[in-house]
């Protein structure tokens, strides 16, 4: 089993920044890709950012350019930077993990191992 926990969700301004970070526990020798996902109110989960255990990642056309997923693969994190920040970038962010190895999974069928979400606001 694999443990999530995410922190650095809050409040802020649009045009503002957040870092999101998410520990891994337990077995985390068995995790390949780590993801970020997000829910709105009233929407489905999407797909936000993943990226590979060898550092390579991909991004959702809606983030690119303004946030960056990374992974220090030794202390098990994942951060999600988010930049210019937008009110429809409201929403419960959770991080994923993938143990089994596909590259750069998108789809949260592929994760088997989900955080409990922290909420990110951007007022306008």
């Known amino acids: 089993q694999v443990q999530l926990v995410e922190s650095g969700g809050g409040l802020v301004q649009a045009g503002g920044s957040l870092r999101l970070s998410c520990a891994a526990s337990?077995?985390?020798?068995?995790?390949?890709?780590m993801g970020w996902f997000r829910q709105a109110p009233g929407k489905e989960r999407e797909f936000v950012a993943c990226?590979?255990?060898?550092?390579?990642?991909r991004s959702a056309d809606s983030v690119k350019g303004r946030f960056t997923i990374s992974r220090d693969n030794a202390n098990n994190t994942v951060w999600l930077q988010m930049n210019s920040l937008k009110p429809d970038d409201t929403a419960v962010y959770y991080c994923?993990?993938?143990?089994?190895?596909?590259?750069?999974?998108?789809?949260?069928?592929?994760?088997?191992?989900w955080g409990q979400g922290t909420q990110v606001t951007v007022s306008s």
């Open positions: 994923a993990a993938d143990p089994r190895g596909r590259w750069l999974p998108d789809r949260q069928v592929e994760y088997d191992y």
């Open positions: 337990g077995r985390t020798c068995s995790v390949y890709a």
């Open positions: 990226i590979s255990r060898s550092g390579i990642s």
